[in-house]
């Protein structure tokens, strides 16, 4: 991984007033933080967004507001979406470590990258990682990933667990 500076903002206001071409948002950091590791993504500075956006649950008559730093752990084991949304609560405690749950923004899960097994191998084209490099997926081991949505450029699947929750 190489060097990058950190810069920490306490508003959405400020957040977007310093993201720039070369910056990109960090909050739990669990998948930016390994496309880092793999030089798939290479900013030059990390902006931190965790005081900058709210982590509160707040629930209305026929639904739930979710914040966009809520954990994954604190969304997983609200009561009231224990009791209103069992499956949410399900699929994020199925899809990976306590660790990474407790670290793990709501909005990050959301807005991780799409990706398949091959995206991490540089080795390998990839049409996500490089545009027009080729899929390794569509003849590879999984080019069973996608069974909806797929096309024939890429069969990523979107690796949310808290997009599957929210879809059901």
Do not use: W
């Not at 809520?70 to 470590?97: C, E, H, Q, Y």
């Not at 660790?99 to 990050?108: D, K, W």
């Not at 990839?126 to 069969?155: F, L």
């Amino acid at each position: 991984m190489r060097p990058f500076n950190f810069e920490k903002v306490n508003s959405g206001a400020e957040a977007s007033a310093a993201k720039s071409q070369n910056k990109q948002f960090v909050a739990g950091g669990t998948n930016l933080v390994d496309l880092m590791k793999k030089n798939i993504t290479q900013p030059d500075i990390l902006i931190d967004i965790t005081k900058a956006l709210s982590n509160t649950i707040e629930h209305q008559n026929k639904g739930v507001t979710i914040g966009a730093m809520a954990s994954n752990t604190k969304v997983a084991t609200d009561k009231k979406i224990l009791r209103d949304f069992p499956l949410l609560a399900k699929a994020i405690l199925a899809g990976a470590s306590p660790q990474i749950r407790n670290m793990a923004s709501s909005a990050g899960n959301l807005l991780q990258r799409t990706r398949c097994p091959y995206f991490y191998d540089v080795t390998m084209p990839c049409n996500k990682r490089k545009p027009n490099s080729g899929c390794s997926a569509i003849e590879g081991e999984n080019r069973m990933s996608a069974v909806a949505g797929y096309n024939n450029q890429c069969v990523a699947v979107h690796p949310s667990d808290f997009c599957v929750g929210l879809s059901a």
